[in-house]
């Protein structure tokens, strides 16, 4: 496990750039922490890294799931914070997502899927500690 504290919004793209690496040919990475934390921050900062415009990345708060096409393969930013839980009809959905091995799945309130989290995946979990300042732990569950 990574444990590091970004002292501002660029390191953390910075952070995140790093770990694209280890899922640029497909992989999920879970995100975990409170409104605030920097959980966009960290999704733009793995699409910049993939050479997707990371402007375009938003908090899809309301769509759950955006994708974003780069080189072969996608980077689906899905987002479960609106949802009480997760219906039959989305989990298909981003059950299917996970099913192909090429995909790039970054899930902000991932502890929405309870017992459904993959096995596979890198967790991150952000913490708010002043304005710039955020603690990201980082654990990689092979």
């Known amino acids: 496990a990574m444990n590091i ?6 390191e953390t793209e910075k952070i995140a750039g790093e770990i694209t690496g280890r899922v640029k040919n497909g992989g999920i990475i879970c995100l ?9 921050v960290f999704t733009r900062g793995i699409a910049e890294k993939l050479k997707i415009n ?14 974003y096409t780069y080189k072969k393969a996608k980077l689906y ?12 009809l989305l989990w298909q959905e981003i059950r299917e997502l996970m099913e192909n091995q090429k995909n790039i799945l970054i899930i902000e309130w991932a502890d929405k899927l309870g017992d459904k ?3 596979k995946r ?8 002043d304005e710039n300042k955020r603690k990201i732990l980082i654990k990689a569950h092979d």
Not at 5 to 10: A, I, K
Not at 54 to 67: A, D
Not at 77 to 88: A, G, P, S, V
Not at 122 to 129: A, G, H, L, N, R
């Open 5 to 10: 504290v970004s002292q501002s919004p660029q």
């Open 32 to 40: 975990f922490g409170d409104l605030g934390s920097g959980k966009t």
């Open 54 to 67: 990371k402007f375009s990345i938003k908090s899809p708060t309301y769509t759950y799931i955006r994708n």
């Open 77 to 88: 930013h899905i987002d479960l914070y609106r949802l009480e839980e997760i219906d039959e």
């Open 117 to 119: 989290i993959p096995d």
């Open 122 to 129: 890198i967790d991150v979990f952000m913490k708010y500690i």
